[in-house]
Structure formats: C-alpha cells, structure tokens
C-alpha cells in the first residue's frame, strides 16, 4: 500500500472532474482497509468507491481510501434459491452479468447501472421495477471508528426511495466491503412493466422473454438514452424522480393535464424529473462545458473540461426553475461533495 499526495481524482469519478486529493491510498483486502484506518486513526478520510454518484466540487482535503476489494462467491443454495457474496470492488453491471450467465435472477432490470457493488446498498440504487433492497440480504461493513466488521441485515438498512441508514443514522461511520443477494435459480420473476422494456422486447418480437432477455433491453434502453461516462462525463440520473401528494398532483395536473406521473401509493404519486425537466427548456441545454444530456434531460454531463462547481450551478437553475414552474422540488440523487 503506497499513499499519493495531490493525486488527480479524474479517473475515479464518472463526471471526469479534475479535482485532487490530498492523498490518496487503494485498499485490495478488509485487513488492508482496517491497517488503514489504524495507522490514521485521527486523520479526516474520504470513502470512494466506484464515483459514479458523486459530483466533486472542490479538491478533497483528506486521505482518500478508494475501496478496491474484489472477488465473488456462493455462500448458500437450495434447489430455487443461490446467495451471492460480492465484494464491495466489484463493477455492479460485471457483476449483474456474471448473475446472469449463472441463469440466476433478480438483478436483470438493473443491468448497466454505473458504479461498483458496495455503494449499491447506500443508494438503494434501482431502475426499472426493481430495487436493491428487492434482493439484498445483508451487507457486511467496518465501522471507521474502530475497524470491526458488522453485518447489516436488510431490515437494519432501513431502505426507501433512494435512501438507506447509510445516508441517514449511520452516514459516514461504516464502509461497506461486502454485499450477500438472494437470488432465483428457477422460476424466475420476470418483471417487463416498467418504462420501455415491453416495447423494446415487441421490437425484437419476443414474447416469452427470459432473464437475459429483460437485461437486454434494459441495456439497448439505457444505451439509447444515457451517455458512456467513458465517453462523456456522467452520474446517471442526477436527480430523483419526486414524490408528491396526491392532493398536490391534481393541481399540477390541471395546469398541466399532459404531465407524466406512476401511482405510489393511495395518496402519493411520483413524477418524472426528466419529464419536468424538459418541459422547463433544459434538454439539450449547453452552459460552456456543462450541459443537460440531449436524449435525457435526467442526465447533466461534462463536456469535457467542466468543472464540478459549473455542473452544480446548472443543477441548481434547474431545480429553481422546475419549483417555479410546477410548484415541484426536485431533490439532486448524486452525492455533491
């Protein structure tokens, strides 16, 4: 292990922001990470997975501990169901493809999702129907303050929409190293009611479409709409979809009758925020480097040498605008640092 000083973060964030770290340090194994935190017991550290959903707006001032644990195994399995433990390392949609080769279910719908496994449970990272919190069982996480390993049963997480007790109570107390999911080896729920999937399978004229059929769509979607952060800088989705009352929806809706939105609850209803967003003229939209991704208005990108503050400020005018146009405030989902 060798710790680098003013070490350019630009490779390990999505957005492809070129802010450096005061120093910076990769740990492969658990008893690396707790070696780590040991030996810098009383120095400010910042965790860093795979940086796909975080938008760094200024230099880190800390030692940053990017979590490179690899490696994949079966703990448990019965005639219908496999359980998975994956290492926090691990690239998510690799992993989602290796499930997958396996013909083992439950993931499919978040193919191509950015990103690597041991931040997938703070997020409760999810798209098209399916949510982590659908198939994880637990997470295995050290605690900063003293290096112990603690296990976090689905229940503890306390996951909701796009929150978990990893952003709440126990926010920057514990680093996730491993991630164990319950998965179907048969009798798989395929799950095809959500966005485009149906359609994109119709295109290709199956009807009985199997696991890897849903995680092909999927993708053909994704990449019809999102940009490769490899080739234009990017955090997915940068806000959340809001979730507003129902009371409060039929207001928008008789100002706006055309406007998009999916059942919650009984009294609650989510809205598109990419919806919101283009009907507020900011797809497509170009601020020098900083921009709204032309096929999805839920995506700002970095056009190349953007810096993180510019991509917040855009943010932020959109988030003004859309409140004052719908009365609707839209929540960013990427991590601003």
């Not at 279910?105 to 703070?122: A, C, F, K, R």
């Not at 953007?306 to 991509?311: T, V």
């Amino acid at each position: 292990m060798q710790i680098q000083s003013q070490f350019s973060l630009k490779r390990y964030n999505t957005f492809g922001i070129d802010a450096k770290a005061r120093a910076f340090i990769a740990v492969n194994s658990v008893d690396e990470l707790r070696q780590v935190l040991q030996d810098h017991n009383h120095e400010k550290k910042f965790i860093l997975g795979g940086g796909s959903n975080m938008l760094l707006t200024q230099d880190i001032d800390a030692l940053v501990i990017h979590v490179n644990l690899k490696g994949k195994r079966i703990v448990q399995e019965d005639d219908d169901f496999v359980w998975v433990e994956c290492q926090a390392g691990e690239n998510w949609h690799a992993f989602v493809l290796w499930t997958l080769e396996q013909n083992f279910g439950g993931l499919e719908n978040m193919s191509l999702i950015p990103g690597n496994v041991g931040t997938t449970p703070v997020q409760n990272i999810g798209a098209y129907g399916s949510e982590i919190k659908d198939t994880m069982t637990q997470c295995e996480a050290m605690k900063i303050a003293d290096g112990i390993l603690h296990i976090f049963t689905n229940a503890d997480c306390h996951f909701g929409y796009r929150e978990s007790i990893f952003k709440q109570e126990a926010k920057d107390q514990y680093i996730i190293t491993s991630v164990t999911f319950k998965l179907t080896k048969r009798n798989h729920t395929i799950k095809t009611g959500y966005g485009d999937i149906q359609a994109e399978l119709a295109k290709n004229e199956i009807s009985q479409p199997t696991i890897q059929d849903v995680s092909r769509a999927v993708i053909a979607i994704r990449q019809s709409k999102l940009p490769d952060p490899k080739e234009l800088g990017n955090s997915g989705s940068f806000f959340k979809n809001p979730v507003i009352s129902k009371a409060d929806f039929e207001q928008v809706q008789q100002k706006f009758p055309e406007v998009k939105f999916f059942p919650v609850s009984e009294n609650q209803v989510k809205v598109p925020a990419g919806w919101l967003i283009e009907q507020a003229g900011f797809k497509g939209m170009r601020v020098g480097d900083a921009g709204v991704h032309k096929n999805q208005a839920l995506v700002l990108v970095n056009y190349g040498n953007a810096k993180g503050a510019e991509i917040l400020a855009l943010s932020q005018n959109i988030q003004n605008t859309v409140r004052e146009k719908f009365g609707i405030s839209i929540e960013a989902e990427v991590n601003v640092i």
